[in-house]
């Protein structure tokens, strides 16, 4: 190494450490966004409160409550008298579902009649449907569950079967925690956030200070002054990704079946396109805040585009198509792929050449412009 | 003899339609201190730019150091200092790690130019100081010193002292006189009249074009033409007035608590009582005043 470079890399982390509250965002801001998404961002739907309306009072009302309770999708929170106070509490939202059982219920199900009412707020799609779909489903198993004593009752010892059976497993995330699902993904925002927005502020400072002319007077070449100041920033990157797996892993119980070697490749390559456009920015930006914007204009589009909060394959074709040109896209699915389900890297070598391609691509054209910018 | 340090011919930058710098010409010598006076926005520091081959020239040619200032840009940088009119200091960084920092940059091995610099600008026993704690004209010491830690023999200095106090002013021109004693040639802008008066040689500058340059005594004698007066009196706005209307007075103006004026030789003494007479004006005292280097950028503005 030159003495340029070297030189540019130790001004580069003594300011950084001299930053001290610069420093602790960076080493928190990973820890905030994880714990956001671990436990704030989660689809799972449990718990759902629901107000009983039993105008029963039988035995028969309370078992059907008790199989509701049962599972924990459901929350007894309320037990009303009216339809009126089980409508003002549905409208006020302090309870999500309602069920009214009606005063013959118990004679109904001796005539194998009965019939319930469960009212949804559909406001929001997600716990309506989730919940629509578990109330059916302990409806159909407890009218099974009766059926099945009735004629235990009657002397029979034929066990009563559905014709069909469909058994269900699902692989990877057996219980299906979201947080699995959203874990990987803050590797993939954090890396990709944290590289572009530093890389892009940290050039336009000089340019806002005036000390770039003196750099360039200086025999400075512009690639050991984008190597040197990007470094620091690749180092402190990596220590993040390390950081959120580490506590991902050890708090959140996300597994690590991929080999490390190649969660860090991968992590490394998809640093590039990060650096790439922190760079690319800096050299349209004349400010700091001018940088950190135009980083956010291509921060969002990531997000929402490539597949951190909802799956690629349901968006609209046009949208789709875009979504190639997002380099979070690649890395998400081999971040989720190697944690998951610890493939080797035949299944990713794909993806992993498009954010090669990318990174070369969006550094070549940062590089260019630099130079430009330089002359 | 030498080559001159820098010769400029012809030499032209525009910006769009905007002429910045129009066919200026001149030669600066080895040791020489020229400097470079014109107002904010005249092209001093767009000229001074085109000589370290950060902007390209539109038309004309610079040499600086027998090397083109464009095409061997490097090679020019590696020979010159250049201190520019922000100072390119890191305010996060102490007053050592700033010109470690550029020392490293330059491939000097650590320590002995370094603290030599520091030494030369009056800053040793202030190195752990935080920048952004020093007072402008510690400020611009370190600018000074970041410019001087490869050892040039050529510097570039735009606008060193501007929001600087005058008794730093005055230090930092011992400062470069130190420097040019040691050899190294030395061009400065400044829109300090007074301060020009320091310098070996001196360039008028005006909307982009060189209007005179040469040695301020010689400047004073070809353009300043006619006696300087000073004239003390109590009634200092209805003097000028009644000056002005003279054909012999070239200029009459306020300097402070009496008027200054250049009148043609002859008209003397007598012709400045004659005049304030006439206008029932008193008069306290007429003295013989020095032309400086501000009658002759009017006179050569008026030109």
């Given at each position: 190494m030159n003495s340029r470079l070297i030189s540019i890399i130790r001004k580069e982390f003594i300011q950084l450490f001299r930053d001290k509250r610069m420093l602790a965002l960076i080493l928190v801001i990973p820890l905030v966004q994880l714990f956001l998404l671990g436990y704030a961002a989660v689809n799972d739907v449990r718990n759902v409160p629901l107000a009983v309306f039993d105008q029963s009072h039988s035995v028969e009302g309370r078992e059907l409550l008790a199989a509701f309770q049962a599972a924990d999708y459901f929350k007894l929170t309320y037990a009303v008298d009216s339809n009126d106070e089980m409508l003002s509490l549905l409208e006020t939202g302090a309870v999500k579902a309602g069920m009214v059982i009606p005063p013959d219920y118990a004679i109904r199900l001796q005539e194998g009649r009965a019939q319930v009412s469960f009212i949804l707020d559909g406001s929001d799609p997600t716990v309506a449907s989730t919940a629509l779909a578990a109330a059916q489903l302990i409806g159909q198993s407890k009218s099974t569950e009766m059926m099945q004593q009735k004629i235990s009752r009657m002397g029979s010892t034929v066990k009563i079967q559905p014709p069909v059976e469909v058994l269900t497993t699902v692989l990877y995330n057996p219980d299906m925690i979201s947080a699995y699902f959203m874990i990987p993904g803050v590797i993939g925002m954090i890396l990709f956030a944290i590289t572009a927005i530093l890389t892009a502020t940290s050039v336009v400072r000089e340019r806002e200070r005036g000390t770039i002319e003196q750099l360039i007077v200086t025999p400075i070449r512009p690639i050991e002054l984008v190597i040197g100041k990007i470094t620091p920033y690749v180092l402190l990157s990596l220590f993040d990704a390390v950081e959120v797996i580490a506590v991902g892993h050890f708090?959140?119980?996300?597994?690590?079946?991929?080999s490390l070697l190649l969660i860090g490749l991968a992590c490394s390559v998809f640093l590039f396109s990060g650096l790439g456009i922190g760079l690319f920015a800096s050299t349209i930006a004349n400010t700091q805040q001018e940088a950190m914007l135009t980083v956010w204009m291509t921060l969002l589009p990531a997000i929402f585009l490539g597949g951190f909060f909802f799956p690629i394959e349901n968006m609209p074709q046009i949208l789709q198509a875009i979504s190639y040109a997002i380099p979070l896209r690649y890395f998400l699915r081999i971040i989720r792929v190697l944690l998951l389900k610890g493939v080797g890297i035949e299944s990713i070598q794909g993806d992993m050449l498009a954010l090669v391609i990318f990174g070369v691509v969006i550094m070549s054209a940062a590089a260019l412009r630099f130079r430009k910018r330089l002359d | 003899m030498n080559p001159p340090a820098i010769e400029v011919t012809n030499l032209t930058r525009l910006f769009g339609d905007f002429v910045a710098v129009d066919h200026i010409s001149f030669k600066v010598n080895e040791g020489e201190i020229v400097g470079y006076l014109g107002p904010n926005g005249c092209g001093k520091t767009t000229t001074i730019r085109m000589l370290l081959g950060l902007l390209k020239p539109s038309e004309g040619k610079a040499t600086v150091l027998g090397y083109d200032a464009f095409s061997q840009s490097e090679e020019v940088r590696l020979r010159t200092g250049y201190m520019s009119q922000k100072f390119a200091i890191y305010d996060d960084l102490t007053v050592r790690e700033n010109l470690d920092f550029y020392g490293g940059v330059y491939g000097l091995k650590k320590n002995g130019q370094i603290s030599e610099t520091l030494e030369k600008v009056g800053l040793t026993g202030h190195e752990t100081l935080l920048t952004r704690e020093l007072s402008a004209g510690w400020r611009q010491r370190l600018a000074l010193a970041i410019a001087l830690v490869h050892r040039p023999r050529l510097l570039f200095l735009d606008e060193?002292?501007?929001?600087?106090?005058p008794n730093a002013r005055r230090a930092f021109w011992d400062l470069i006189y130190d420097l040019s004693g040691q050899g190294v040639t030395i061009l400065v802008t400044t829109h300090y009249m007074d301060e020009a008066e320091y310098c070996g040689r001196v360039g008028m500058m005006r909307g982009g074009q060189l209007l005179a340059m040469d040695t301020p005594g010689a400047l004073k004698a070809q353009f300043v033409q006619g006696e300087v007066w000073e004239v003390y009196t109590g009634a200092l706005l209805e003097g000028i007035k009644a000056l002005s209307q003279a054909r012999e007075v070239a200029h009459a103006s306020l300097a402070g608590d009496h008027l200054r004026l250049i009148a043609t030789p002859g008209f003397g003494e007598a012709g400045i009582q004659r005049l304030f007479q006439a206008a029932r004006l008193e008069l306290t005292l007429i003295q013989r005043g020095e032309p400086t280097l501000e009658d002759v950028f009017t006179a050569l503005v008026k030109k």
């Amino acid at each position: 190494m030159n003495s340029r470079l070297i030189s540019i890399i130790r001004k580069e982390f003594i300011q950084l450490f001299r930053d001290k509250r610069m420093l602790a965002l960076i080493l928190v801001i990973p820890l905030v966004q994880l714990f956001l998404l671990g436990y704030a961002a989660v689809n799972d739907v449990r718990n759902v409160p629901l107000a009983v309306f039993d105008q029963s009072h039988s035995v028969e009302g309370r078992e059907l409550l008790a199989a509701f309770q049962a599972a924990d999708y459901f929350k007894l929170t309320y037990a009303v008298d009216s339809n009126d106070e089980m409508l003002s509490l549905l409208e006020t939202g302090a309870v999500k579902a309602g069920m009214v059982i009606p005063p013959d219920y118990a004679i109904r199900l001796q005539e194998g009649r009965a019939q319930v009412s469960f009212i949804l707020d559909g406001s929001d799609p997600t716990v309506a449907s989730t919940a629509l779909a578990a109330a059916q489903l302990i409806g159909q198993s407890k009218s099974t569950e009766m059926m099945q004593q009735k004629i235990s009752r009657m002397g029979s010892t034929v066990k009563i079967q559905p014709p069909v059976e469909v058994l269900t497993t699902v692989l990877y995330n057996p219980d299906m925690i979201s947080a699995y699902f959203m874990i990987p993904g803050v590797i993939g925002m954090i890396l990709f956030a944290i590289t572009a927005i530093l890389t892009a502020t940290s050039v336009v400072r000089e340019r806002e200070r005036g000390t770039i002319e003196q750099l360039i007077v200086t025999p400075i070449r512009p690639i050991e002054l984008v190597i040197g100041k990007i470094t620091p920033y690749v180092l402190l990157s990596l220590f993040d990704a390390v950081e959120v797996i580490a506590v991902g892993h050890f708090w959140f119980g996300v597994p690590i079946r991929g080999s490390l070697l190649l969660i860090g490749l991968a992590c490394s390559v998809f640093l590039f396109s990060g650096l790439g456009i922190g760079l690319f920015a800096s050299t349209i930006a004349n400010t700091q805040q001018e940088a950190m914007l135009t980083v956010w204009m291509t921060l969002l589009p990531a997000i929402f585009l490539g597949g951190f909060f909802f799956p690629i394959e349901n968006m609209p074709q046009i949208l789709q198509a875009i979504s190639y040109a997002i380099p979070l896209r690649y890395f998400l699915r081999i971040i989720r792929v190697l944690l998951l389900k610890g493939v080797g890297i035949e299944s990713i070598q794909g993806d992993m050449l498009a954010l090669v391609i990318f990174g070369v691509v969006i550094m070549s054209a940062a590089a260019l412009r630099f130079r430009k910018r330089l002359d | 003899m030498n080559p001159p340090a820098i010769e400029v011919t012809n030499l032209t930058r525009l910006f769009g339609d905007f002429v910045a710098v129009d066919h200026i010409s001149f030669k600066v010598n080895e040791g020489e201190i020229v400097g470079y006076l014109g107002p904010n926005g005249c092209g001093k520091t767009t000229t001074i730019r085109m000589l370290l081959g950060l902007l390209k020239p539109s038309e004309g040619k610079a040499t600086v150091l027998g090397y083109d200032a464009f095409s061997q840009s490097e090679e020019v940088r590696l020979r010159t200092g250049y201190m520019s009119q922000k100072f390119a200091i890191y305010d996060d960084l102490t007053v050592r790690e700033n010109l470690d920092f550029y020392g490293g940059v330059y491939g000097l091995k650590k320590n002995g130019q370094i603290s030599e610099t520091l030494e030369k600008v009056g800053l040793t026993g202030h190195e752990t100081l935080l920048t952004r704690e020093l007072s402008a004209g510690w400020r611009q010491r370190l600018a000074l010193a970041i410019a001087l830690v490869h050892r040039p023999r050529l510097l570039f200095l735009d606008e060193p002292t501007s929001g600087v106090d005058p008794n730093a002013r005055r230090a930092f021109w011992d400062l470069i006189y130190d420097l040019s004693g040691q050899g190294v040639t030395i061009l400065v802008t400044t829109h300090y009249m007074d301060e020009a008066e320091y310098c070996g040689r001196v360039g008028m500058m005006r909307g982009g074009q060189l209007l005179a340059m040469d040695t301020p005594g010689a400047l004073k004698a070809q353009f300043v033409q006619g006696e300087v007066w000073e004239v003390y009196t109590g009634a200092l706005l209805e003097g000028i007035k009644a000056l002005s209307q003279a054909r012999e007075v070239a200029h009459a103006s306020l300097a402070g608590d009496h008027l200054r004026l250049i009148a043609t030789p002859g008209f003397g003494e007598a012709g400045i009582q004659r005049l304030f007479q006439a206008a029932r004006l008193e008069l306290t005292l007429i003295q013989r005043g020095e032309p400086t280097l501000e009658d002759v950028f009017t006179a050569l503005v008026k030109k």
